[in-house]
């Protein structure tokens, strides 16, 4: 017997060969069985509660969790191929569809009245240019935009993309909850292996639940729905104000002395302003790194202290942006400083965080630690 | 159990059924994807959290089981990108490989690795394909869908798997 038959003999026995050697203690047990009910029971507990209570919002935290990491946002970022407002206009488009490759088996959800306006898990990149893709890895249809938050009367770019094989065009619209909706559009696709995709410009007139229908062959293929805001003094929040900031740290020329690649973030303790102008106060943490391969990253340089970023809407663009940012460099001024520059409240929690030095260092681990993992997750890619 | 239409109207009964006739695959199929059981424990976990999910709205064009596998193809690739594996068990696994003691090495010598073992020392992605292909015993088309990608690229990963495999199998003298 030759190697090649000696070998396709093993795997022929690869099964039995685990079973009762690697895997032999590994069973599901009835123990097991029962979280997993019990999780599902308590999940419906839960759903019920939210259900008469405040509406549908908390049931995305279960979405959040087992959406997260999903593989298909390493493929694209939002480039400059965006063409057309979303209304009946062609987008750009050269690809060919998939041939004679099978769907994927995968049933998407379909808009039944329990889920059709359920908001789809939204996850923003950690660093870099913003994007935010709204989906899961159980979805077909990803929907990505380079925003933290969706304003209604912004123009958007965005990316959609779909899992599977499609003709060359598709069709889709927006509907609003509240009756709103396009017209149905034909736009051309990218196929690649196993995905499509195509790029719009997407301008929301009001606020309020938006879903995407994504039509193939004239059937419903799948949808995602997204919460637009109405931009106010509140609307700029926490998550849209981090945001900035990493991409500031990462890309300001103030920073460039600490070198590259950098990566920062911060902890905020206040954020207050008009619509158009804002301040964001917080105590930064920013991370230059000696870049080595599958992901290890070593800090090269560090900077910790307490800023005070200066934001402005730019209405050209629809975007906040950092104008100015005073860092805080002198440890003996750290109170007097904040005091001067800080809001009421911001100074409150900072000084809370000086007084308790143990908190203060707990404090900026914690934000190291999503700095380190932008830093790896960019070294991955 | 592959009765679609049954599954379509599913009730608690079902995803009961599901989870017990795939509940030993899939933990299995897991514990091969990430090397690590207590983990693909809770891996497998939430699979079932989302076959349960998501059985109604399940067509039936592929077989149940290719279906729930595809689940936890997902999860698992999530898991072997997340922070805890990068950063715990990658590094417990290459201690673990490289930290064998006098005993263990004089027993490896007198007991040749089994090809169960040494598919447990391929890479991820090759480890994936492999068991997917001969473990749980899927053919191509199979395979494809649940790593959600095109046959023709199984093919190429299947190849090369085996290419990696068949050098560790002869190093092995099996």
Redesign the interface.
């Known amino acids: 017997m030759d190697s090649d038959q000696r070998f396709e003999q093993s795997l022929q026995r690869l099964k039995d060969e685990a079973d009762n050697s690697v895997l032999k203690q590994v069973f599901f047990t009835e123990e097991m069985e029962q979280k997993i009910k019990n999780k599902i029971a308590k999940s419906k507990r839960q759903r019920s509660y939210w259900l008469k209570g405040s509406g549908l919002v908390a049931c995305l935290c279960l979405l959040l969790v087992l959406g997260s990491n999903s593989g298909w946002w390493t493929l694209t970022g939002i480039d400059s191929g965006n063409h057309a407002s979303g209304v009946g206009t062609d987008a750009d488009h050269t690809g060919a569809s998939g041939g004679d490759e099978p769907p994927l088996s995968f049933d998407p959800p379909v808009p039944t009245e329990r889920h059709a306006w359920e908001l789809s898990p939204a996850t923003t990149l950690p660093s870099g240019n913003v994007m935010t893709f709204y989906g899961s890895d159980l979805m077909e249809v990803h929907f990505l935009t380079d925003s933290v938050n969706l304003y209604a009367g912004n123009d958007y770019k965005t990316r959609v993309v779909l899992r599977g094989f499609f003709p060359e065009t598709l069709q889709y619209r927006w509907v609003q909850e509240k009756g709103e909706r396009w017209a149905i559009d034909d736009v051309g696709v990218k196929q690649n292996q196993t995905q499509a995709e195509f790029n719009r410009n997407t301008y929301f007139s009001q606020p309020g639940k938006w879903r995407m229908e994504v039509y193939k062959e004239n059937k419903l293929y799948s949808f995602i729905v997204v919460d637009v805001k109405e931009k106010s003094e509140k609307s700029f929040d926490i998550k849209e104000a981090t945001v900035l900031a990493r991409q500031y740290f990462a890309s300001d020329a103030s920073f460039t002395k600490m070198g590259q690649p950098r990566y920062g973030s911060i902890e905020i303790f206040g954020i207050d302003g008009t619509t158009e102008q804002k301040k964001i106060y917080g105590w930064a943490v920013i991370r230059s790194f000696h870049d080595k391969k599958n992901g290890e990253v070593t800090i090269n340089q560090a900077l910790d202290a307490p800023v005070v970023l200066d934001v402005a809407y730019n209405k050209k663009n629809y975007r906040y942006e950092v104008q100015h940012m005073t860092i805080m460099e002198d440890k003996n001024l750290y109170f007097a400083d904040m005091q001067k520059l800080f809001s009421a409240d911001a100074y409150m929690t900072a000084h809370s965080y000086l007084k308790n030095p143990a908190e203060l260092e707990q404090m900026i681990r914690r934000v190291e630690q999503d700095v380190m993992q932008a830093a790896r997750d960019q070294a991955l890619h | 159990m592959e009765n679609v239409h049954r599954l379509q109207r599913t009730e608690t009964a079902d995803f009961d059924q599901v989870?017990?006739e795939n509940?030993?695959k899939?933990?299995?199929l897991v514990?091969?994807f990430v090397k690590n059981?207590a983990v693909?424990?809770d891996i497998?976990?939430?699979v079932?959290?989302?076959v349960?999910k998501?059985l109604p709205?399940?067509?039936g064009?592929?077989s149940i089981q290719?279906?729930v596998y595809?689940?936890a193809v997902?999860?698992s690739?999530?898991y072997l990108?997340?922070?805890s594996f990068?950063n715990i068990f990658a590094k417990d696994e290459i201690e673990q490989e490289s930290g064998q003691n006098v005993e263990d090495e004089v027993i490896g010598k007198a007991n040749r690795e089994?090809?169960?073992?040494l598919?447990?020392k391929m890479t991820p992605k090759y480890r994936q394909v492999?068991a997917l292909r001969?473990?749980a015993?899927l053919s191509i088309?199979e395979v494809?869908?649940a790593l959600?990608?095109?046959?023709?690229?199984v093919r190429t990963r299947l190849h090369r798997a085996?290419a990696q495999?068949?050098k560790l199998?002869?190093k092995e003298g099996?």
């Not at chain 2, 089994?114 to 073992?117: G, M």
């Not at chain 2, 959600?148 to 690229?153: D, I, K, N, P, T």
């Open positions: 989870m017990r509940g030993t899939v933990l299995r514990t091969l059981q693909a424990e497998t976990q939430e079932f959290l989302k349960y998501n709205y399940f067509r064009e592929s290719t279906w595809k689940i997902n999860e690739k999530s990108r997340s922070w990068r089994t090809v169960a073992e598919v447990l492999i001969y473990y015993d088309k494809a869908v959600g990608e095109s046959e023709g690229s085996r495999l068949k199998v002869e099996l």
